[in-house]
Structure formats: structure tokens, C-alpha cells
């Protein structure tokens, strides 16, 4: 009892400090934005936008219990010094990690959920459309962090954006690197790489390299 009473008045008030400051007053005392106790705050910078009504403890990060991870033992990281915008309710599961730099900006739309242990990491720009599901164990990158440069002293691979369509469900150990395009309504099978653009709505997509295996699909949680 006095444990679970301990671990409300964590959250809560690490709930209350993230709102207050990453919100403006009358939105923060809303409180949308509950943060689990396991939600390492590494780079507490940026911004957050609510494009979106707001109603308390709609963006929910660091909590769930997927069976194969310890939620006890695993723990979120927040590192964000750009731009995180929110359009909906959104729950990002425990282990997660999100890194976003000084010119990222990080969209999430509607109903957006991660269950457990995925990084997303946005240098420059990845938009998630509304009602994603993402599984565990999934990385995201729009950049390669080291430059490759040719003998004209010329970058061959600056960071690129990713935009990922309404209603994909992306598979567990996923990896999305930069210039990735997800169309709409589509399933991403697990141990998927994307480097490109997909064009094919309503189909799911698996093995390596990636192609359209069943077409003219849609999926349900």
C-alpha cells in the first residue's frame, strides 16, 4: 500500500515538472502528459506542441508490460532538444527511447503507440500518420550520424526525412533508416529494412529487400 502510494506521488510529480515545462500554464495543468518513474530525462530542452484537444494524461511514456521485457528493469529516455509535436493520444511504452535534435522535429499523429523497447532517433524530420502501431525492438533514423565524403570534399549522405502513412502496423525488430516513405494502411513484417520509398497502399511488406506480399489488406488491433 504505502509502496504504491510512493510510486503515484513519483510519477505525479514528475508528471507535473514535465508538463510545466515543456507547456504553457493552462495547458499544463491539464495534465496530459504522464511520465512513468522509469523515464530517464537526459536532454530536457526543445519544445512540445499539443496540435490537438487536450484531455488529461492523453500522451502516456514509459509504461506497459510487454511479456518477453522487464518493465521493472528497463527504462525510457527522453533526449530532445527540437521539436516533438503531438496531434492525439499517444502511448509510448516502456524502454523506449526518443532522441530528437536541435533542428529535428518529431510527429506523432493520432492515436499513436509503441508497445516496448524502440528508439526513434530524428535529426531532421519523421512523421508518424494517425492510428500507428509500432512492436518492440524497432529502430528509426533519418540520419547516419558519421559523414561519407567523396574525393570533392561533397557529403553523400545527409540526413533525409521519413514520413510513415495513416494506419501502418510495423513489426518487431524493424529497421526504418532515412528517405523511408510508408504509404497508408499497410503492415511492415518484423526484421524489415526500409531505406525508400513504398507505393502500395493496402499490402504488406516483408523480407529483405522489402516487396509487396499479399495486397488489398487491412489489419485491426
Known amino acids: 500500500m504505502i509502496k504504491s502510494l510512493c510510486n503515484i506521488l513519483s510519477i505525479s510529480a514528475r508528471s507535473v515538472y514535465f508538463n510545466l515545462k515543456y507547456l504553457p500554464f493552462k495547458q499544463a495543468i491539464k495534465m496530459p502528459i ?28 514509459g509504461f506497459g508490460n510487454v511479456g518477453i521485457f522487464d518493465e521493472k ?44 523497447a524502440s528508439s526513434i532517433i530524428c535529426v531532421s524530420n519523421i ?9 518492440w525492438d524497432i529502430l528509426i533514423m533519418d540520419t547516419d550520424f558519421h559523414k561519407i565524403i567523396n574525393s570533392n570534399d561533397q557529403i553523400l549522405n545527409t540526413p533525409s526525412s521519413i514520413v510513415i502513412g495513416n494506419h501502418v502496423w510495423i513489426g518487431c525488430r524493424c529497421l526504418i533508416l532515412k528517405g523511408t516513405v510508408i504509404p497508408n494502411n499497410v503492415v511492415i513484417g518484423a526484421n524489415v529494412v526500409l531505406t525508400r520509398k513504398l507505393s502500395v497502399e493496402n499490402c504488406v511488406y516483408a523480407g529483405n529487400p522489402v516487396k509487396c506480399v499479399k495486397e488489398d489488406v487491412s489489419w485491426e488491433l
Open 127 to 135: 512523421e508518424f500518420g494517425n492510428d500507428c502501431l509500432l512492436s
Open 34 to 61: 504522464l511520465l512513468s518513474k522509469k523515464v530517464y530525462l537526459r536532454g530536457f530542452a526543445g519544445k512540445i506542441i499539443l496540435d490537438c484537444n487536450i484531455i488529461p494524461g492523453m500522451i502516456k511514456i
Open 73 to 116: 528493469k528497463t527504462r525510457s529516455i527522453w533526449d530532445v532538444r527540437g521539436t516533438v509535436i503531438f496531434r492525439g493520444k499517444a502511448n509510448i511504452g516502456h524502454g523506449t527511447k526518443i532522441s530528437v535534435g536541435d533542428k529535428g522535429v518529431l510527429v506523432f499523429g493520432r492515436n499513436f503507440m509503441i508497445s516496448a
